[in-house]
Every structure is written in C-alpha cells, then in structure tokens.
C-alpha cells in the first residue's frame, strides 16, 4: 500500500511541476528572456510607455544609442533586418495608449 501511495504522490508530484512549468511559460516567453524584457518595453523598466517611444525616436534622429537588447525590444514590428524605425516608436506609443495590445 506504501509503495501504490509513492507512486501515486510522485505522478501528482510530476503532473504539477508539468502545470507549473506550463504556467510560467505563459506568463513569459523564451523570445522576452532573450530580448531581456517585452517587445515595447525599451527601457525594461516593465512598462510599455511614452518614455519607450522616446528613447526609439531618440535613437532614429541620431541622438541615443541602444544596446542589443534594447533593438530587440524596440523592433515592434520585428522586421528581419532588425531596424528600429519611427514605425515602431508609433506602435510602442499606440499600446502606451492602450490602441493596441502588446
Ligand atoms: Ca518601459
């Protein structure tokens, strides 16, 4: 009977480190570890704002550098160049907004 109960508790055991992993896989994505943060999130401060675009439209007029990461986080709309454009301040500024969702 104790080795039925055993087995039992390490398939419930096995079967909820399964539903957790699952869970946090949902709540952040293999791509957002990579990029250190959301798309949109340029700063990673954990907010999608103003001050993203910002730092986007700071970069393309020539006046702020961005790290890797950063570019990651700032091509909204994941061109395959990787370029960060005016195009993706308006769309990081549309999900500030609450336009678009993130
Ligand atoms: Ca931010």
Do not use: H
């Not at 096995?14 to 949902?26: L, M, Q, R």
């Not at 959301?38 to 910002?54: P, T």
């Not at 909204?76 to 549309?94: E, H, P």
């Amino acid at each position: 009977m104790k080795k039925v109960i055993s087995v039992l508790l390490a398939i419930i055991m096995a079967f909820s480190c399964v539903v957790v992993a699952c869970a946090a896989e949902d709540e952040i994505s293999w791509e957002e570890i990579k990029m250190g943060g959301k798309r949109g999130d340029v700063n990673a401060d954990g907010k999608i704002s103003a001050v993203d675009a910002l730092m986007v439209l700071k970069y393309v007029a020539g006046t702020q550098e961005l790290t890797a990461k950063q570019m990651l986080r700032a091509n909204m709309n994941q061109d395959a160049q990787g370029n960060v454009s005016a195009i993706d301040a308006r769309q990081i500024l549309q999900v500030a907004a609450g336009l678009t969702p993130s």
